[in-house]
Structures are given as structure tokens and as C-alpha cells.
């Protein structure tokens, strides 16, 4: 191939086809100017900051999650399942071993009355959600329960006891599983228990330090956690804390209230009718307008024929609640009994 010879002069050539030797050099100066800071940036990005762009994504990730974790539980709270159901799942979409989300739609499921599905996803969330061994082996207990399979919803409730340490929930759904089986002593011990487990200084101040110790990521910590629980609340540590706040907590509480009046009823199945009615007057102390209270004593007392006290009970159980049914005619019968004494 022949090789073109240099213009001569007065040839023609377009001016857009010459490119004068100093331009040509100083054109790829220009291209090396530009295209190195931006080489440098790419090759830190490639290969210096993907772990840092890996955990930035992870982390925003682990947002996204979260946000929709929360709109789901907000959405359960009100009776929205359907939208509840989506925001978890967008959850898991996300993030499929988040352990929360997993146990909120187990929760769901059960809410729904779903309790095969409910099963299935608590016992997926057991590898997702460890530290709420407790809560997802008293869930389990739950809805096993509500499909009457007793034996493994007993199981589970005694899984959650050796796990947990938030135990009175857990007694109180023994109570309530041994009453439906009409083992009535046993229900009376689940029911003590869980009363037993009313809220203290020294309980509160436990709960709290095994609370750390499985949402901590600091091993020191930890460390410091469980020797505090291995010592116990020393006179320094109550010191930081107000025993008469919680003692009026424990009064409020209206699940305790509801533990010693489940108590009463299995005393009173088991003719324990003594302990019944200081059962009674535990709840009535802890709340004086449960009219609930009020008739379930009225009833042991009725049983015990002390009906004049019983009628009292069971038209303070009215005063207090016009609608109770149960407490109105309680007190009809019990007044035909006192007219008919006199």
C-alpha cells in the first residue's frame, strides 16, 4: 500500500482534516488530565470501597426492613391483616432472616386464627429470632392449645419457661391449658406461680439485666450482666431505683388481678372455698371496681351459705357494671335464698 505523499502547496485540504502536531499533543494531554482523577476513583471504588458500599446497602437494607416491620405491626394492632401481612413479608423480602418480622407474622397467623401457619413460621423464627426463644415457645404453646393438642402445647410452655425470664405470661397459659383439661390442683399451682411473679424491685431489676444480656453485643457487658444476676441486687443497686414506684405498678396491673381471680376459680373447683376467698380479696384489693371480682366472691361465699355477705358482693358486682349479666342474676337467686331464710 501506498503511502500518501505530504500535500503540495496550493493543493486543497479541509481545515477540518488537519490537525497540527502541537494540538495532537496537547489534545492527549487533556485526556490524561481528565482520565486520571477518575481512574483513581473508579479503582478505589472497585477495588478498596466495595466493602464499605456492601455495608452501606446492608445497612439501608436492614432500614427498609425494619420501617416495614413496624408498619406491619401498627397494621396488627388495628385488625388491618391484609396489609400487615404485606408489610411482613416486604420485611423478609428484604431481609429473609429478620427474626422479628418472622415472629410478628407468626403472630398474625394466630391472630387470624391460621394456627397451622402459625406453627410453621414460630418454628422458623426459633434459628431467626433466638433471644425470643421465650416469647415464640409460649406462642407455640398457645396455638397448639388452641387446636387441643394439650401434651405439645405443654411442651412448649415448658420449653419457654427453661428459656425465658419474663415467666408469668407463661404460667398463666399453663393455668389456662391444665383448666381446660379439668386438672384443676394443677391449674391452682400454674396460677400461684404466675402470681408469684408479680412485679417487685428485685424481679424488675432481674428482668432488666437478662434483658441486656441477650440484646447486648458488647461482650464486657455481657459479662458484667451476668455476674450482677449471679450475685444479686445488692443494697446499692436498689438504691437506684424507687421499690414504691413498682409496688404501684403491681397494684395497676390488671393481668395479676386477672391471675388471682383464675386462681380463685380453680380453688373453688377443687372446694378450696377459704383460699378462694382470700384469692378474691387479693384481686379486689389490687382493683376495687373489677366487678368481675366482686361476683366470683359472691359465689364462693353463696357456696360457703353465707348469703347475706354474698348478696353484698353480688350488688356491688351490678353497681359496678349494670351489664353483668352473670352478677345480676347471681344476686336474684341469692335474695329469693335470704327471703326465703327470714
Same mark, same amino acid.
Given at each position: 500500500?501506498?503511502?500518501?505523499?505530504?500535500? !503540495?502547496?496550493?493543493? @486543497?485540504?479541509?481545515?477540518?482534516? +488537519?490537525?497540527?502536531?502541537?494540538?495532537?499533543?496537547?489534545?492527549?494531554?487533556?485526556?490524561?488530565?481528565?482520565?486520571?482523577?477518575?481512574?483513581?476513583?473508579?479503582?478505589?471504588?472497585?477495588?478498596?470501597?466495595?466493602?464499605?458500599?456492601?455495608? %452501606?446497602?446492608?445497612?439501608?437494607?436492614?432500614?427498609?426492613?425494619? $420501617? @416495614?416491620?413496624?408498619?406491619?405491626?401498627?397494621?396488627?394492632?388495628?385488625? #388491618?391483616?391484609?396489609?400487615?401481612?404485606?408489610?411482613?413479608?416486604?420485611?423478609?423480602?428484604?431481609?429473609?432472616?429478620?427474626?422479628?418480622? %418472622?415472629?410478628?407474622?407468626?403472630?398474625?397467623?394466630?391472630?387470624?386464627?391460621?394456627?397451622?401457619? &402459625?406453627?410453621? $413460621?414460630?418454628? #422458623?423464627?426459633?434459628? $431467626?429470632?433466638?433471644?425470643?426463644?421465650?416469647?415464640?415457645?409460649?406462642?407455640?404453646?398457645?396455638?397448639?392449645?388452641?387446636?387441643?393438642?394439650?401434651?405439645?402445647?405443654?411442651?412448649? =410452655?415448658?420449653?419457654?419457661?427453661?428459656?425465658?425470664?419474663?415467666?408469668?405470661?407463661?404460667?398463666?397459659?399453663?393455668? %389456662?391449658?391444665?383448666?381446660?383439661? !379439668?386438672?384443676?390442683?394443677?391449674?391452682?399451682?400454674?396460677? &400461684?406461680?404466675?402470681?408469684?411473679?408479680?412485679?417487685?424491685?428485685?424481679? &424488675?431489676?432481674?428482668?432488666?439485666?437478662?434483658?441486656?444480656?441477650?440484646?447486648?453485643? +458488647?461482650?464486657?457487658?455481657?459479662?458484667?450482666?451476668?455476674?450482677?444476676?449471679?450475685?444479686?441486687?445488692?443494697?446499692?443497686?436498689?438504691? #437506684?431505683?424507687?421499690?414504691?414506684?413498682?409496688? !404501684?405498678?403491681? $397494684? #395497676?396491673?390488671?393481668?395479676?388481678?386477672?391471675?388471682?381471680?383464675?386462681?380463685?376459680?380453680?380453688?373453688?373447683?377443687?372446694?378450696?372455698?377459704?383460699?378462694?376467698?382470700?384469692?378474691?380479696?387479693?384481686?379486689?384489693?389490687?382493683?376495687?371496681?373489677?366487678?368481675?371480682? @366482686?361476683?366470683?366472691?359472691?359465689?364462693?361465699?353463696?357456696?360457703?351459705?353465707? =348469703?347475706?355477705?354474698?348478696?353484698?358482693?353480688?350488688?356491688?358486682?351490678?353497681?359496678?357494671?349494670?351489664?353483668?349479666?352473670?352478677?345480676?342474676?347471681?344476686?336474684?337467686?341469692?335474695?329469693?335464698?335470704?327471703?326465703?331464710?327470714?
Amino acid at each position: 500500500m501506498k503511502s500518501k505523499s505530504p500535500p !503540495k502547496p496550493g493543493d @486543497h485540504v479541509s481545515p477540518a482534516l +488537519t490537525i497540527a502536531p502541537n494540538r495532537r499533543r496537547g489534545g492527549l494531554l487533556g485526556w490524561i488530565v481528565l482520565c486520571g482523577p477518575i481512574g483513581i476513583i473508579l479503582s478505589v471504588a472497585i477495588f478498596r470501597g466495595s466493602a464499605w458500599v456492601q455495608q %452501606q446497602s446492608e445497612a439501608g437494607s436492614i432500614s427498609e426492613a425494619q $420501617t @416495614h416491620n413496624t408498619l406491619g405491626v401498627r397494621a396488627l394492632e388495628e385488625k #388491618r391483616y391484609e396489609e400487615a401481612y404485606s408489610q411482613f413479608m416486604f420485611a423478609l423480602k428484604i431481609k429473609p432472616d429478620y427474626g422479628d418480622a %418472622q415472629v410478628n407474622l407468626g403472630n398474625l397467623f394466630q391472630a387470624k386464627g391460621d394456627y397451622d401457619r &402459625a406453627i410453621s $413460621t414460630f418454628d #422458623r423464627a426459633l434459628s $431467626t429470632a433466638p433471644k425470643k426463644r421465650d416469647l415464640i415457645y409460649n406462642n407455640l404453646g398457645m396455638a397448639y392449645a388452641k387446636k387441643e393438642r394439650y401434651d405439645e402445647a405443654l411442651a412448649k =410452655f415448658k420449653s419457654a419457661l427453661e428459656s425465658g425470664f419474663r415467666l408469668a405470661p407463661i404460667y398463666r397459659n399453663i393455668g %389456662q391449658l391444665y383448666q381446660a383439661r !379439668k386438672e384443676y390442683a394443677l391449674a391452682a399451682e400454674a396460677y &400461684a406461680n404466675a402470681i408469684a411473679q408479680s412485679p417487685t424491685l428485685d424481679l &424488675a431489676y432481674r428482668e432488666m439485666l437478662m434483658d441486656a444480656r441477650l440484646q447486648l453485643d +458488647t461482650p464486657d457487658l455481657i459479662q458484667l450482666a451476668e455476674s450482677q444476676l449471679a450475685d444479686g441486687l445488692s443494697d446499692v443497686d436498689r438504691g #437506684r431505683y424507687d421499690a414504691l414506684l413498682i409496688e !404501684k405498678y403491681a $397494684t #395497676r396491673d390488671p393481668k395479676l388481678a386477672q391471675d388471682y381471680l383464675s386462681y380463685a376459680q380453680a380453688l373453688l373447683k377443687m372446694g378450696e372455698l377459704e383460699k378462694g376467698v382470700e384469692a378474691c380479696l387479693k384481686a379486689i384489693e389490687l382493683q376495687p371496681g373489677n366487678s368481675t371480682a @366482686h361476683n366470683r366472691l359472691g359465689i364462693i361465699l353463696a357456696m360457703k351459705g353465707d =348469703f347475706a355477705k354474698a348478696e353484698k358482693e353480688f350488688s356491688e358486682s351490678v353497681r359496678l357494671d349494670p351489664r353483668n349479666d352473670e352478677a345480676r342474676e347471681n344476686l336474684e337467686r341469692c335474695q329469693g335464698k335470704n327471703q326465703n331464710s327470714n
